[in-house]
């Protein structure tokens, strides 16, 4: 385990143990003292951590599947935005398990609870705390993984970080914990419809082998109704009844598929991100990466760009009507340099089938002995309907964090921001509302 690496040599090592040309009477000044006994070799303790995203918007989760509850507290958030309970909620419903047949049965009305932050319906300032309980637990249903790991679970690595685990439930491992940033995203989302009128839509564009054309999905115009108008989160009717099927033939046979989540950013303003390290699609990976069962990340014309030449991919600018310098295509997904260039973000993640399946698998005990587990518990089939507001979420916290970035660093330039000339989206004005 991590809590054995070898740090004995250094932590405990006797005086002696300096190099060969120093002599411990010429660097000790007579009024130190030094212990005459050996000390115990120390153990290297792991400092849990990982909790928090964001810079100038951070928001940090807690809890865990089967404690108490689970929330979030929001830091950051500019004062004087109408914020209630129930701009949360709306998200939290569509995130929530037990909303069909193809997710987890666990009956949760996951109601959120806002206990700081706000007063009379605006934003103060200070930071927001929101806490959503837990009342549904049926912790015995993991008695067995107590005692052995589940395969591609993350039970066994954290067992190894930390010496300790939460066994229900998978404890922070657990997509539970996607509610506090969900329940944060919704508060992001608004800043920015607020802000600019940017909008952020996802959609469920593959199940395990049935693929959504690409060119059945127009993103200038794809609407929310038209996602949330099946329990599978696809724009497309027919291709909807498809990933539905597919989830119901593993759905019954105790098994579990994966698909891809595609999501979309209208009306971005230009200038989010900057080169080399801290590019806005590299942020966006990082965000996106950092939900559970995610397996991969495509930006733009991702992988499929490989297969062209430089004359096929590359997006040549064009004036439109607006005088606004624009893209005839958008192979480069709306981020060029690492820079938003004002045009549709897009981007495609990856989650693998769910861990936790109902069929005999082979495993290890944790103490090293070879067994089988038949997992209990309750669980989704498929992730990606679900994942949906989780991808929204994130990429709202990215995009919100890095417009007020972008402000804290125009005020080092001029000592009043009206000044400053606001960003703007390459489709719509700004709304300019302070930050």
Do not use: W
Not at 184 to 193: D, E, R, T
Not at 295 to 302: A, D, N, Q, R, V
Not at 350 to 366: D, E, G, L, M, W
Not at 394 to 410: E, G, I, N, S
């Amino acid at each position: 385990m991590a809590s054995s690496l070898l740090t004995k040599q250094f932590l405990g090592a006797p005086f002696s143990s300096l190099g060969s040309g120093q002599q411990p009477s010429k660097l000790c000044s007579s009024n130190l003292r030094f212990p005459t006994h050996r000390s115990q070799p120390k153990r290297l303790e792991i400092q849990a951590a990982g909790n928090t995203f964001g810079n100038y918007f951070r928001v940090t989760t807690f809890g865990e599947s089967h404690g108490g509850g689970v929330g979030c507290i929001i830091d950051g958030c500019p004062p004087r935005l109408p914020l209630s309970e129930s701009d949360m909620q709306v998200e939290l419903d569509r995130r929530r398990p037990g909303q069909s047949r193809i997710t987890t049965p666990r009956k949760e009305t996951d109601t959120c609870k806002i206990s700081s932050g706000t007063a009379d319906g605006l934003t103060t300032g200070s930071p927001i705390k929101v806490e959503v309980p837990n009342t549904d637990q049926r912790g015995n249903d993991y008695s067995e993984m107590s005692l052995a790991y589940r395969p591609s679970h993350a039970d066994a690595t954290y067992d190894f970080k930390y010496g300790v685990r939460s066994v229900q439930g998978g404890g922070r491992s657990s997509a539970r914990e996607t509610i506090g940033r969900v329940a944060a995203g919704a508060v992001a989302k608004k800043i920015l419809k607020l802000y600019s009128g940017t909008e952020i839509l996802a959609y469920v564009s593959q199940v395990h082998n049935v693929v959504l054309p690409e060119d059945l999905v127009d993103n200038q115009t794809v609407t929310l109704e038209q996602i949330e108008s099946n329990i599978v989160r696809c724009p497309n009717p027919e291709y909807a009844e498809k990933m539905i099927a597919a989830i119901d033939y593993v759905r019954v046979r105790g098994d579990s598929v994966g698909g891809v989540v595609t999501c979309i950013v209208r009306n971005v303003p230009r200038g989010l991100g900057t080169p080399v390290f801290d590019k806005l699609e590299a942020e966006l990976a990082k965000a996106c990466m950092s939900l559970p069962a995610t397996k991969g990340f495509e930006f733009g014309s991702g992988f499929a760009g490989t297969f062209m030449t430089g004359s096929e991919h590359n997006d040549e600018f064009f004036m439109d009507e607006h005088d606004q310098i624009r893209t005839k295509t958008n192979r480069s997904g709306g981020i060029q340099g690492g820079i938003s260039n004002g045009e549709i973000i897009n981007m495609r993640i990856a989650f693998k089938p769910t861990s936790t399946i109902a069929r005999k698998q082979h495993t290890v005990s944790r103490d090293k002995h070879e067994t089988e587990l038949i997992a209990r518990g309750r669980h989704d089939p498929c992730v990606v309907p679900r994942a949906v507001p989780m991808v929204e979420a994130m990429v709202a916290l990215v995009l919100v964090d890095q417009l007020m970035t972008q402000y804290a660093q125009c005020m080092l330039f001029a000592v009043n921001p009206a000044l400053q000339e606001p960003l703007q989206s390459s489709t719509t004005e700004s709304a300019q509302v302070p930050l």
